[in-house]
């Protein structure tokens, strides 16, 4: 291999950088050139790369967001957006690529492969954790510490002022966020996409609490399961008591990655790129078991709704 390519794709997550830092220098170890694509997919459609020294990869390890930067770009799902990738890969002279981001990533990673013939390893990096064949992405453990952080600062304010609070965290399509920082927080309620809600339910479980001398109530939203705005409103309605909400939002995207985070993205960052420096490609490299696990790019729901499921019930069992 004389050529790798790194490249950041889709929402950042933190410990992108400590990932794009190990795959550099792990290749430039081997010798081989390294080039960062700049604003992932649009960036990889226009050509838009630079060949990285060594001293590009300095005193970031640390550092939130990512150097490449990133750009939602749906148009790679499509013929058009693919063309114009294709126009540009020969001037780039790429003998692999190793892509840094959640499952949109991996999949325009598969279609690299695939269509193009492009070698592609692929490292999960999202901090909605979403991806099947990794029980960890990169950006989760820091986005749940800063939620986690929030709501424990929200508990008491609500406390002091007996409120109930609904907090909405982020997550698109999956709960996982969600459900791990009502868990480290001993929310009162958790409100998911993966799992079925009954607000009158909810309501009559927060009445209760109150009745039993609970001084607040906090709810944890994903945000693909409801808006809090929504959730405050009605339960305005059907309760005689203060609701206040918070949206969370991309402040849970920011900030330095947890010394986990960073460690995680080194492992699997040199991961990736040893595996593809000696020939092996096509799958994304996770962790399963404390162990590096390779796993081709198609989805399993079924592991994130188990552990979402498993979340809810210790949750309630210990409230
Ligand atoms: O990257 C994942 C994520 O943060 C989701 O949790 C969220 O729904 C989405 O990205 C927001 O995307 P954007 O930053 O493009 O608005």
Redesign the pocket.
């Known amino acids: 291999m004389k050529r790798l390519g790194i490249l950041t794709g ?2 950042d ?1 933190a410990g992108m950088n400590a990932a794009v830092r190990a795959v550099a220098r792990t290749a430039m170890n081997h010798d081989i050139e390294v080039i960062g694509i700049n604003r992932g997919w649009l960036g990889l459609s226009q050509g838009d790369f630079s060949v990285m020294a060594r001293r590009d990869t300095g005193g970031i390890l640390h550092k939130g967001g990512t150097v490449l930067r990133t750009f ?1 770009y749906p148009e790679f799902e499509y013929e058009d957006g693919q063309r114009a990738v294709a126009e540009q890969l020969p001037k780039m002279n790429l003998d692999g690529l190793i892509i840094i981001g ?1 499952d949109g990533s991996c999949r325009g990673g598969t279609v690299l492969q695939e269509k193009f013939g492009i070698p592609v390893v692929c490292v999960p990096a ?3 954790n979403d991806i099947p064949g990794t029980e960890i992405s990169i950006g989760f453990d820091t986005a749940l510490n800063i939620a986690v952080d929030a709501v424990d600062k929200i508990r008491d304010t609500a406390s002091s002022h007996g409120r109930i609070f609904v907090i909405e965290v ?3 399509r999956c709960g996982l966020l969600a459900a791990h920082t009502a868990l480290a927080c001993g929310a009162e309620e958790m409100i998911v996409p993966e799992i079925e809600w009954d607000l009158n339910q909810i309501c009559t479980r927060i009445k209760s609490g109150y009745d039993r001398g609970k001084e607040h109530s906090i709810i944890v939203v994903a ?1 693909g399961a409801a808006k809090a705005s929504d959730i405050e409103s009605e339960i305005r309605n059907k309760l005689n008591r203060g609701v206040r909400m918070v949206v969370l939002g ?1 402040v849970q ?1 920011g900030g330095e990655p947890t010394a986990y985070d960073r460690n995680l993205a080194t492992k699997l960052g040199t991961a990736a790129a040893e595996m593809i420096i000696g020939g092996e490609h096509g799958f994304m490299v996770g962790i399963q078991a404390n162990e590096f696990h390779k796993s081709s790019l198609m989805k399993n729901e079924s592991a994130v709704r188990s552990e979402v499921l498993a979340i809810d019930k210790l949750l309630y069992e210990l409230i």
């Open positions: 889709g929402g997550a939602r959640g999202t901090i909605d982020m997550g698109r945000e991309h995207r």
